[in-house]
């Protein structure tokens, strides 16, 4: 059966330039016009993996080593260079986003960063001190995001304040909204020990709210959104070294924690059965669902195939045994010594940067690989991400 292409026949006209692409969706054939999206601007919620600099305005800045890959200075990023967020902005033609707390050097123009470190989906009674937790999670980045722009258009009325600073009232239809967030609810689950029977049905709950931050967002004028599942945290290079002589059944195929990875798993499931179903809900919603697991967990399956070491190593931090030292802390070793976890020679051939975090070359491989939608449901390029795709 051959579907039908629809898409807001105003952008249809102005491009001009047009090809048409044939898909295979769910073993339906689709079709629909590919004219480039052009993007005005990027909307972003998440937790540290998108992370441009939120923590480090609202609280304490990132420190050095951070940042010195790309940006040769902490840069709000728990990396030593760019996220994928960084990268999907520059595949775009765009900006690295400015984290709407920080109130310096912000150019909103292009759109604006809600992700904040340690963000889960849902509240948490978990303190930052103690577990990293942040209080920005996803109801509160919705809520920035509405102040933001109920601001944006009370302001924009006045003139004199319009610089090119300032975000387009316009835009904000037009724009692409994505997250990347969940980790951090699976790792409270961790935590709290929660059996699998219960991450069932906690899974389902974060998924439900993570589709009403969608809906609210759609039904604020929003459309496209690109919505990243998460990632292998059971794979996580500091997971991987608090693993000694596991018994068979408590591993993956690459020594990963099974029960972390399978939940994970388990969380992308759902998620993506929530998408279809939003699809369906919103009828005038694009909406895009990346297997950012898929691409991490090839990456760090087949490290040295991509020119990467081993996946266990980290390039800043000390993680031996019991002993574990933060990138760009200091702090006494077991055996008395005091040991300075400063960044290795060559970030690049490092997946891990700090045990948790990937590093800029880890995070560039992984948006090269996301950005042409071969891990997409529906498989259609970030720049066509827009049109909506319906198999009727
Ligand atoms: C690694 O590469 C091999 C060979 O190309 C492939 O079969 C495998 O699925 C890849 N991924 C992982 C995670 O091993
Ligand atoms: C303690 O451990 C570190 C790291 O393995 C090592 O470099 C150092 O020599 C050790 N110091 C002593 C006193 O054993």
Redesign the pocket.
């Known amino acids: 059966m051959f579907g039908v292409v629809k898409m807001q026949m105003a952008r249809f006209f102005a491009v001009g330039f047009f090809a048409l692409c044939l898909l295979s969706v769910g073993g339906e054939r689709v079709t629909y016009t590919s004219s480039g999206c052009d993007f005005p601007a990027i909307y972003n919620f998440g937790d540290s993996n998108s992370d441009t600099g939120a923590n480090s305005a609202a609280f304490y800045p990132m420190a050095s080593p951070c940042g010195e890959t790309f940006f040769h200075r902490p840069a709000g990023r728990g990396c030593d260079g760019r996220l994928i967020i960084d990268f999907i902005a520059k595949h775009l033609g765009l900006p690295y986003l400015s984290p709407y707390l920080d109130s310096l050097e912000s150019n909103f123009r292009h759109g604006a960063n809600f992700a904040s470190g340690g963000a889960a989906i849902r509240r948490s009674n978990e303190s930052m001190s103690e577990n990293g937790v942040s209080p920005f999670y996803l109801d509160i980045q919705i809520a920035q995001y509405t102040q933001f722009k109920s601001r944006t258009i009370s302001l924009s009325s006045q003139a004199e304040i319009q610089s090119d600073r300032f975000p387009i009232v316009d835009d904000f239809a037009k724009a692409l909204y994505t997250f990347d967030i969940g980790q951090n609810d699976l790792a409270a689950g961790f935590r709290k020990k929660f059996s699998s029977e219960q991450f069932e049905a906690q899974i389902t709950d974060m998924i439900n709210q993570q589709a009403n931050a969608v809906r609210n967002l759609y039904e604020q004028g929003a459309r496209t959104f690109w919505i990243h599942n998460t990632g292998p945290i059971g794979c996580l290079a500091v997971t991987l070294h608090n693993i000694h002589n596991p018994s068979p059944g408590l591993v993956d195929g690459?020594g990963c924690d099974k029960f972390q990875n399978d939940m994970a798993k388990q969380f992308n499931r759902q998620l993506e059965q929530k998408v279809i179903q939003l699809r369906k809900e919103l009828p005038l919603s694009a909406i895009t669902y990346v297997d950012v697991f898929a691409t991490k967990?090839?990456l760090?399956?087949?490290a040295t195939?991509h020119g990467f070491l081993d996946k266990a190593n980290i390039c800043c931090g000390y993680h031996e045994h019991d002993d574990h030292v933060w990138c760009g802390n200091k702090g006494i070793i077991s055996n008395g010594t005091q040991v300075y976890a400063g960044s290795c020679e060559d970030p690049s051939l490092y997946i891990s940067w700090d045990g948790v975090h990937y590093t800029e070359a880890a995070n560039r491989w992984i948006a090269d690989q996301i950005v042409g939608g071969s891990f997409s449901d529906v498989p259609v390029p970030i720049t066509d991400s827009c049109h909506r795709i319906r198999s009727e």
């Open positions: 690459q967990y090839e760090i399956g087949n195939k």
